[in-house]
């Protein structure tokens, strides 16, 4: 019963560097969602998914790509990384849109140099 | 896209009663108001969900006034363990989709 898991836990980036935050979920839900958090400004919606094959866009998805090729994985992709781009990441789950998420992931501390 | 406000922090002690309010003018018709508890290093953990009245579960309640544009966490005991950060979320109306907002967060610190 792993819930929802978020690899790397840490990652180290040089500005310009491009990297992809998985994230895997073994309750067959449906709705998963990318959050950033950064001090002073709680968490923020990046991406989100209704299904396999359908993703939006959040609060702040400018320099974030995303897929959903499967019901379990929900990839974020960072394509030319910058420093405003430090943060903790947050993949989210729940059953279906109406129900906000449900189980969260432990995070991924992400330093951009 | 409006602020969802929180108090920024609160004071408890041990056994009383602690009630976190979250306002959330713009919030959508059709959106659920979830409260969620965060401790240091860890991700958010749902505690409680609800759409108008009054929910309760075995941790806590909330109550939802009927104009739903506040909410209010009740815990109704407190201990050591409850010290953490409370995150209200709500969807809030805009254009065809609904965009999921979290509140600015409360951090609770409960003294022995």
């Known amino acids: 019963n792993a819930g929802v898991t978020q690899t790397p836990k840490f990652q180290v980036l040089k500005t310009g560097q491009s990297m992809t935050l998985q994230c895997a979920q073994d309750?067959?839900?449906?709705?998963m969602s990318w959050y950033r958090q950064d001090p002073g400004m709680g968490l923020r919606l990046i991406h989100y998914?209704?299904?396999?094959?359908?993703?939006d866009q959040g609060e702040v998805p400018n320099g974030y790509n995303v897929s959903r090729s499967t019901t379990e994985d929900f990839p974020l992709r960072l394509l030319s990384a910058a420093p405003s781009q430090t943060s903790v990441y947050f993949c989210?789950?729940?059953?279906?849109?109406?129900?906000?998420?449900?189980?969260f992931g432990d995070g991924t501390r992400l330093s951009i140099l | 896209l409006a602020k969802i406000t929180q108090p920024i922090s609160m004071d408890s002690y041990e056994g009383q009663e602690v009630n976190i309010t979250c306002s959330h003018n713009?919030?959508?018709?059709?959106?659920?108001i979830t409260w969620y508890q965060q401790f240091p290093s860890q991700g958010p953990r749902f505690i409680i969900q609800?759409?108008?009245t009054k929910v309760t579960n075995e941790v806590a309640s909330l109550f939802i006034p009927a104009d739903r544009k506040s909410s209010t966490l009740s815990l109704p005991r407190v201990s050591l363990s409850d010290t953490a950060v409370y995150y209200c979320?709500?969807?809030?109306?805009?254009?065809?989709?609904?965009?999921?907002?979290f509140g600015t967060g409360t951090l609770l610190a409960v003294q022995p």
């Open positions: 979320l709500v969807g809030e109306r805009g254009g065809a989709t609904n965009k999921l907002i």
């Open positions: 713009n919030i959508a018709t059709n959106d659920y």
């Open positions: 609800g759409y108008k």
């Open positions: 989210a789950s729940s059953y279906r849109r109406g129900n906000q998420p449900q189980h």
């Open positions: 309750m067959n839900h449906e709705y």
């Open positions: 998914s209704v299904g396999a094959g359908i993703t």
